[in-house]
């Protein structure tokens, strides 16, 4: 059973950088795409990037040019720096794995079947 632990949140001024992680046990990623997703309060879940096994990725408009995923396969990590931090980014940040994806998609609408417990990132000054 494919487990996912993120960590890597906290309190971040705005313009500020923090590094997720999210720690996958149980089996290895290379049959998984991997996705964060972002949830404000009062607000629906949200996708931010997903990355599949052969490295194609994928962002929100919203993060791009601020955010990147990547991926230890050695370690079965992923990980997403997250950079430019606005306080509209604050929200509890999840990680999930799917392996419904293909070589050049990956999803970020929130229909993953995995999910960590998530980890609060909050932007504020």
């Known amino acids: 059973q494919l487990q996912l632990v993120e960590s890597g949140g906290g309190l971040v001024q705005p313009g500020g950088s923090l590094r997720l992680s999210c720690a996958t046990s149980g089996t290895t990623l290379e049959h998984y795409a991997i996705g964060w997703f972002r949830q404000a309060p009062g607000k629906e879940r949200e996708g931010v990037s997903c990355?599949?096994?052969?490295?194609?990725?994928k962002y929100a408009d919203s993060v791009k040019g601020r955010f990147t995923i990547s991926v230890d396969n050695a370690k079965n990590t992923v990980y997403l720096q997250v950079s430019s931090l606005k306080p509209e980014d604050t929200g509890v940040y999840y990680c999930?794995?799917?392996?419904?994806?293909?070589?050049?998609?990956?999803?970020?609408?929130?229909?993953?079947?995995?999910w960590g417990q998530g980890t609060q990132v909050t932007v504020s000054s």
């Open positions: 990355i599949t096994p052969n490295g194609f990725t």
């Open positions: 999930a794995a799917t392996r419904t994806y293909s070589s050049n998609w990956c999803d970020t609408r929130p229909v993953y079947g995995y």
